[in-house]
C-alpha cells in the first residue's frame, strides 16, 4: 500500500515538516479520514513569492484606495494653503497649471513632430548602413 504524504491544500506542494517532531504541520479536519484532505496550517503561499523578490500582485482595491488618499490629503493641504495665504495659492496654482497647459501645447507644436522626423532620418541612416554592408560583402 503506498501511502501519499498530504499535499498542501492551496500550493499542491507535499507539506513541510516540523523539525525534529516528526509532525507535519497539516491538520486533519475532524470526520474526515487520515489519508483524505488536509488543511495546511503553515505558511501562507504568498510567503514563498516575498522571499523570491517577486512583487505581490496588486489588487484594484489597492489601487483606488491609493489615489483616494492622494486625493484627500491633496486637497487637505491645497485647501491649508490657499487658507493661510488669504487665497494667493489660488493664483499660483492656476499659474502652474497655465505653465503645464503651454508646455503640452509646445510638445504638441513642435515635439512629437520633431521625434518623427528625427524616427525618419534614423530609418534612412539605418537602411543606408546596411545597404552599404550588403554592397561590402
Known amino acids: 500500500m503506498n501511502q501519499e504524504s498530504p499535499r498542501d491544500a ?3 506542494k507535499p507539506a513541510p515538516l516540523l523539525p ?13 479520514p487520515p489519508g483524505g484532505p488536509h488543511v495546511h496550517a503553515g505558511l501562507p503561499p504568498d ?4 522571499r523570491s523578490g517577486e512583487p505581490a500582485p496588486r489588487s484594484g482595491r489597492e489601487t483606488v484606495l491609493g489615489f483616494v488618499l492622494v486625493a484627500v490629503l491633496g ?3 491645497i485647501f491649508f494653503l490657499n487658507f493661510v495665504s488669504f487665497g494667493i495659492f489660488s493664483y499660483v496654482l492656476c499659474a502652474a497649471l497655465a505653465v503645464t497647459a503651454v508646455g503640452f501645447l509646445h510638445y504638441l507644436l513642435w515635439g512629437y513632430a ?6 525618419e532620418e534614423m530609418h534612412r541612416a539605418r537602411l543606408e548602413r546596411e545597404r552599404q554592408l550588403d554592397e561590402g560583402r
Open 20 to 32: 525534529g517532531s516528526g509532525l507535519d504541520r497539516t491538520a486533519v479536519r475532524p470526520g474526515v
Open 114 to 119: 520633431l521625434s518623427q522626423e528625427l524616427a
Open 10 to 12: 492551496i500550493t499542491s
Open 47 to 50: 510567503h514563498e513569492r516575498r
Open 75 to 77: 486637497g487637505t493641504i
